[in-house]
């Protein structure tokens, strides 16, 4: 059985930084595409990053370019998303998910949310003005 354990998330004023944590325990077979997503309430759950575990290759969001950053955490099914310089916009739900890797020159994370097979609980980010 695959969980997701997410840690970090909380309240910041605009232009600090937060760092969200995420490991996935259970998961066998080929590496997976992790990643964090955001949900308002009411809308749809939307990409903020993704990363290729054992691969490297990474996916932002127009809205976080130059101000997050993805990353492994060594060799197990853990990754980091470093947040600098928030606004208020980044305030969300914010959820880890693990999927399978897609295919194509080379292996690389889908965007949209249903094709990620887990999830995490969510972590509340609040950027204030």
């Known amino acids: 059985q695959v969980q997701l354990a997410e840690s970090g998330g909380g309240s910041v004023q605009a232009g600090g930084s937060l760092r969200l944590s995420c490991t996935a325990s259970?998961?066998?077979?080929?590496?997976?595409?992790m990643g964090w997503f955001r949900q308002d309430p009411g809308q749809v759950r939307e990409v903020v990053a993704t990363i290729v575990i054992g691969g490297g290759d990474v996916y932002y969001d127009d809205s976080v370019k130059g101000r997050f950053t993805i990353s492994q955490d060594g060799a197990d099914n853990s990754i980091t998303l470093q947040m600098a310089n928030l606004k208020p916009d980044d305030s969300s739900m914010y959820y880890c998910a693990a999927g399978p890797q897609l295919y194509g020159p080379t292996a690389y994370c889908s965007i949209q949310n249903y094709h990620y097979n887990y999830w995490g609980q969510g972590t509340q980010v609040t950027v204030s003005s």
């Open positions: 259970g998961y066998t077979g080929s590496r997976p595409c």
